[in-house]
């Protein structure tokens, strides 16, 4: 359902089309407003709130899947993000969305010249963003229900980008055929749902495949949670890797191969 004429709801889009108020079709990325005509035969009654839809015209679709879990597309102030069991997979304290990934790769001082692995693609912004700087990104996602409200985000399309090689799969294997990397943007779910991704075994993988200095953020959460962050800081340690820093916005370790 890929492709021009789709108009993309959440229940309030819904009420400011029929108040007469400017919308986009796209949630926010172009200006142009959605006509009551546009929406005719709409079936309202199927609209929840929290939810994001999109109407073909014909039939409407509920961007929202089960897999191993329950995954949705979700329309925030900030832009689309996705949910999972009801738990967020972005940080809010950014006006866009896509800022948190922006700063990742300014912090990252990604070049033309490198070779980008980014785990977890999630909706792919940072793939996208890294894609602006770098000569290659490979990124990594496990879930096929993510990979698909991805395809349907209309905020995520510039992952068709040449330079983006989507790979679906499970990282702790995929990353085991990747050697000469440069920069890893390392972005998991909670410890509580993948905690193989924050194992030192899977640290000491990173460190095998990469080059000589390279470069790594890897997302841990608050620093007020203790023990959970001390202990991703001594596993990446022991695998090798050099810790510059702690950033509280994006809440993550910066590293560099020793």
């Keep these: 359902m890929e492709g021009n004429g789709l108009i993309y709801l959440t229940k309030q889009i819904l009420e400011e089309i029929k108040k007469g108020k400017k919308t986009t079709p796209d949630l926010g990325l172009t200006k142009r407003t959605i006509e009551k005509k546009e929406i005719e035969g709409l079936p309202e009654g199927k609209i929840r709130e929290k939810f994001v839809y999109v109407w073909n015209g014909k039939e409407l679709y509920e961007l929202a899947l089960f897999e191993d879990g329950f995954y949705k597309l979700r329309l925030m102030k900030h832009g689309p993000i996705l949910e999972i069991n009801g738990l967020r997979m972005h940080l809010r304290d950014f006006k866009d969305v896509r800022d948190y990934s922006k700063l990742i790769v300014k912090k990252l001082k ?5 070779t980008v692995l980014d785990i977890c693609t999630g ?3 940072t793939a996208i963003e890294a894609s602006k700087k770098a000569k290659r990104v490979i990124t990594i996602e496990k879930s096929s229900a993510v990979i698909k409200l991805a395809e349907w985000n209309p905020w995520s399309t510039e992952l068709k980008n040449k330079n983006i090689e989507i ?5 702790l294997q995929e990353i085991e055929k990747l050697r000469g990397i440069d920069i890893i943007i390392h972005d998991p779910p909670r410890i509580s749902t993948a905690g193989e991704l924050y194992s030192k075994e899977f640290y000491e993988k990173l460190y095998k495949i990469s080059n000589p200095n390279a470069m790594m953020f890897h997302y841990a959460g608050s620093l007020k949670k203790g023990r959970y962050s001390e202990g991703i800081k001594k596993r990446l340690e022991k695998a090798g890797w050099k810790i510059l820093s702690f950033h509280q916005m994006l809440q993550g370790f910066f590293c560099r191969k020793s």
């Excluded at 990604?110 to 490198?114: F, H, M, P, V, Y």
């Excluded at 790979?167 to 990282?171: F, L, R, S, T, V």
């Design 110 to 114: 990604i070049g033309n010249r490198d």
């Design 167 to 171: 790979i679906h799969g499970d990282a």
């Design 123 to 125: 909706l792919g912004y």
